[in-house]
């Protein structure tokens, strides 16, 4: 009875000990995207990692681009460029991708415009399919090596 008394005693004393904050993270958006307000960084550092939301193919003005999958993936690939130079990395350091399509049909169209943007080492990749925000047929989340 002692020895289970003393493991939960070890186990409410971890629970009601806050874990302290980790050192090097840093969340980043351009002045533009913290204008809009949402939910959640454009992308967030942790040592030598660029962890990048989700893209979706829109334009500035925040309309998805017209021409269907293959444009939307383009549009998406590079605003995910977009966001790596900003903050010092490139596509060439693009180390995994989860990219999720509103149709699993239209996975071929969408990987041959994808695969254009990684000639020499492809990241690991997975895909899914689901309900993509403002309509979207594809959105890419990607995590990249920093300097």
Known sequence: MKKWL?????????????SPEK??????????FAKLNRPYSQAVAYDDILYVSGQIGALP???IVEGGIE???IQTMENLKAILETNGT???KVIKCTCMLADMAEFGVMSAAYVKYFPENKPARSALQGDLPL?????IECMAALD
């Open 61 to 63: 003005n925040g309309k």
């Open 23 to 32: 050192e090097g993270v840093t969340y980043l958006q351009t002045e533009e």
């Open 71 to 73: 444009a939307e993936t």
């Open 90 to 92: 490139s596509m060439n």
């Open 6 to 18: 003393v493991v939960l005693g070890l186990i409410v004393s971890m629970w009601s000990c806050e």
């Open 135 to 139: 309509g979207a047929k594809v959105e």
